[in-house]
């Protein structure tokens, strides 16, 4: 098979939920320990870092990652969703497992794993942890695909543990109280591994400090511990940056920029005092690791800016835990005399309303969706948007949408393309073709 045909028989024999949602979801870690010990707990071969949350885990996962690397560290970096090629998921020194290693292992275990009907996260994280144990890293930072109790990552036992934050998502799995889903991500907490809460809430907090105190687990809040002193735009230069004045830290410049990077940053930095007990870390590799992350690991989709004149934004965020942030954001450019078009659309099984309720009335809307089956309907978003004052056309793809916008922008004006990671991706395969006004991109 070629690498095409390979991911096209993963994506159908194993239902991806990226693809189908909930269809998708297979609950227990039976599966999952059964291809472990088919490859011989290849997990067991190198030291791992565990990171849950419902927001932030990936940007954490990818600086934190990047800080090991710039040590000199093998660093493994295994995440979730991919945007564009699906091997953005599995990462060694930010470089992608090559299309080769996912063929040649799909031609050699499928006899073994079809029998076993694997959900395609758990066929992909066996793949991972195999390819780190062949490839001999010293460390994997390892992102729980959802929840953390019975999620398949959650046979390592790791030398740290991250929990970012809890807000809701994926309630019909993890439950419908904010306690609920503390519980299931809680479920990563380890016997006497250190774990560092990022944010919590009096009903959250009870809930890891019970878990952290069963498992004899050291457990510090981040929130407790404030790194992050202050934090404003900067340019450095030439490139914009977030500016974090630190308690520990002295001076950082982030590349990440997003409002929600702050509670991110002060929960990596958090981690430092757990991990520089088992690496050496210098200031050096921190500073450097929060200026080039993107760079360094391949992180895409995190309030990126694509272009200038017009200034073309994507984010992946796609829940009302990330659009606090966002909707705050954008509310401040349709604010500034700039003009904002907004290319918007949402996955089915999210709180469209209540996401939609904080966009802001002053930008110009195009309405779409994405190539997913999970994707909302244009027309059904348009028909929510009218219940909040939101004006705009639909389109029937992001591709069409993109490029009204694009038509109708001013050189001085902004477009923001997000709402779910769909739409996010779909832009970006979209732009690979690059048209002739993107050339320069």
């Known amino acids: 098979m070629t690498y095409e045909e390979t991911i096209q028989y993963l994506f159908n024999s194993a239902p991806l939920f990226q693809h189908v949602g909930g269809a998708a979801y297979k609950e227990g870690l039976s599966t999952t320990h059964i291809l472990d010990a088919h490859f011989n707990h290849p997990h ?113 036992n790791p030398i740290l543990s991250v929990i970012t934050n809890i807000s809701f998502d994926h309630t019909q799995f993890l439950g419908s109280t904010l306690a609920q ?66 308690r520990s830290f002295g001076d950082i410049y982030g590349e990440l920029t997003g409002e929600c990077q702050i509670k991110n940053a002060n929960t990596i930095l958090c981690t430092l005092h757990s991990l520089s007990k088992i690496f050496s870390v210098t200031h050096e590799d921190i500073t450097y690791a929060f200026e080039h992350v993107c760079e360094m690991t391949g992180l895409r989709g995190r309030w990126q800016i694509l272009q200038e004149h017009p200034t073309i934004i994507c984010d992946t965020g796609h829940n009302t835990g990330g659009w606090q942030y966002l909707a705050h954001q954008l509310a401040q450019i349709a604010t500034s005399g700039n003009k904002l078009h907004i290319v918007f659309g949402m996955a089915s099984d999210k ?83 690059a048209l002739p006004h993107e050339e320069n991109t």
């Open 44 to 156: 067991n071969q190198y030291k791992t870092i565990h990171i849950a949350g419902t927001n932030g885990k990936g940007s954490c996962a990818h600086t934190i990652a990047a800080i090991l690397q710039h040590t000199g560290l093998k660093v493994g970096l295994y995440t979730s969703p991919h945007l564009v090629d699906f091997r953005e998921r599995i990462r060694i020194n930010g470089e992608m497992m090559p299309q080769q290693y996912v063929i040649d292992f799909v031609e050699e275990e499928r006899s073994f794993f079809e029998p076993l009907h694997p959900s395609f996260f758990e066929l992909t994280t066996a793949l991972a942890f195999k390819y780190f144990a062949e490839q001999h890293v010293d460390v994997a930072v390892i992102e729980v695909g959802l929840g953390g109790r019975l999620d398949c990552t959650n046979i390592i």
């Open 181 to 246: 889903i503390a519980s299931e991500k809680a479920g990563i907490i380890k016997h006497k591994v250190p774990v560092i809460i990022g944010e919590c809430n009096a009903e959250t907090r009870s809930v890891f400090e019970h878990k952290a105190h069963e498992v004899e687990a050291p457990i510090l809040f981040a929130e407790d511990n404030k790194e992050v002193l202050s934090s404003e735009f900067s340019d450095l230069y030439g490139h914009k940056l977030r500016h974090y004045t630190t």
């Open 351 to 433: 709180d469209i309303e209540r996401v939609m309720s904080t966009l802001p009335h002053e930008a110009c809307y195009y309405w779409t969706k994405a190539s997913v089956k999970r994707a909302t309907s244009e027309q059904t978003i348009a028909n929510i948007a009218t219940k909040y004052d939101l004006h705009g056309k639909t389109y029937s793809n992001v591709a069409e949408a993109y490029e009204a916008a694009v038509n109708n922008a001013s050189t001085n004006d902004y477009i923001y393309v997000g709402g779910s990671s769909f739409i996010v991706a779909d832009l970006l395969r979209y732009k690979q073709t």
